[in-house]
């Protein structure tokens, strides 16, 4: 499973027969040679995975009955997480009562029309159930081991990688958010993590926040410093999602590939896991893809929605494609920047036979 289940970049080179004056003689034997692929992908997420990466997009499951959103969601991507769906209060609306019927149905919709599904977020200072929100200290901490038991038990196998805490991190300080989790110890992200790697062994763990872009916030050091902790203590964490939603108060970083490099060089993956910029501009999409596609283990893009009538910020107009489907100047660059990415591994072109004259 994982972003090694996209297609080969060996893909793009297609056998040619070449019969030309052999065909003319009569020759029926063809030579086999590579030549580039005709054409670049015509897909977001066939142009990723040309380097072996995914593009993905935020689905909310009240839109699947709209064909418009479904036939370009379905066209373009090859990732998917659900919006709101798989979130704590949608998956245990009263306690130990799961209810997985939303995302299930974002779950279903993508593995039948060939994706992957991320999944978003096991823990969670926000969208909690009134129950868990009134809870404390161990009656708490208990309650979010049962629920990622509860959530990974159902989709044990089926997730590559899960978004096990999310945004755990304060603002401006770059210590901890005070949370009614966070309350409950400092060590309630580890105890996450270790009871995720124990419920889904398969699944990729990440940590998951927004404003952890620009290598210089005191967030993204913090951060940082608690990934670097947990591998040298062998706390099971396996890749770090970097949301990205870029504004003016949170603008892409000229540093954004430093911290990429950096994250994934303590030894997890690193991915773009909610990207919307303010604005579209089509510059900053297609730097931000050369970024990741300039790091080894930044393995995917998902931008967090479809049109810019989607979003959940879609005065910003700030996704891929404009209310009525069409493709914006951002789509055409992000998917240029995919199409130029050096395929990894470089296939190596088989040389090209000299026909012997007969
Ligand atoms: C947002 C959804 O897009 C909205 O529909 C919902 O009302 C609130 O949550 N960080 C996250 C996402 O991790 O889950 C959030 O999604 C956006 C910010």
Redesign the pocket.
């Given at each position: 499973m994982g972003a090694n289940a996209i297609p080969s970049p060996g893909t793009r080179w297609r056998r040619a027969l070449v019969a030309g004056a052999l065909g003319a003689l009569g020759v029926t034997t063809a030579l086999s040679v590579p030549v580039p692929a005709d054409a670049a992908a015509s897909t977001l997420g066939a142009a990723a995975a040309q380097s072996g990466r995914y593009f993905g997009t935020?689905i909310s499951a009240g839109k699947l009955g709209d064909s418009a959103y479904t036939t370009i969601a379905n066209r373009e991507f090859n990732m998917v997480t659900a919006?709101?769906e798989m979130?704590i209060d949608a998956t245990e609306p009263n306690q130990n009562q799961f209810n997985f019927t939303n995302a299930d149905r974002i779950y279903n919709w993508a593995v039948q029309n060939g994706k992957q599904v991320r999944g978003?977020?096991l823990a969670w200072y926000s969208?909690q159930p009134g129950w868990m929100q009134s809870l404390s200290g161990s009656a708490l901490r208990q309650a979010m081991i049962n629920h990622i038991n509860g959530v990974m038990a159902h989709y044990k196998g089926k997730i590559p990688y899960w978004d096990v805490v999310?945004?755990a991190f304060d603002d401006s300080t770059g210590g901890r958010r005070d949370s009614n989790l966070q309350r409950t110890g400092n060590d309630w992200i580890e105890v996450a993590f270790r009871t995720a790697r124990a419920a889904d062994p398969a699944a990729k763990l990440c940590y998951?926040d927004?404003n952890i872009d620009n290598w210089s916030w005191a967030k993204t050091q913090g951060v940082y410093n608690m990934v670097k902790d947990f591998k040298s203590r062998g706390v099971p964490i396996d890749c770090v999602g970097l949301?990205g939603?870029f504004n003016s108060g949170s603008p892409y970083p000229s540093n954004y590939r430093t911290t990429l490099q950096n994250f994934a060089a303590l030894g997890v993956d690193v991915a773009i896991t909610?990207l919307d910029v303010e604005g579209a501009s089509a510059t900053t999409y297609a730097n931000i893809v050369n970024d990741c596609l300039a790091v080894s283990r930044c393995v995917g893009i998902t931008v967090?929605g479809v049109r810019d009538s989607d979003s959940?910020r879609s005065s910003q107009t700030p996704l891929l494609f404009d209310g009525n489907g069409n493709k914006k100047a951002a789509y055409t660059s992000v998917l240029n920047a995919l199409n130029s990415a050096t395929p990894n591994p470089t296939p190596t072109p088989t040389p090209t036979p000299t026909p012997t004259p007969t």
């Open positions: 935020a919006e709101n979130k978003h977020t969208q999310n945004e998951n927004y949301q939603h909610e967090w959940w």
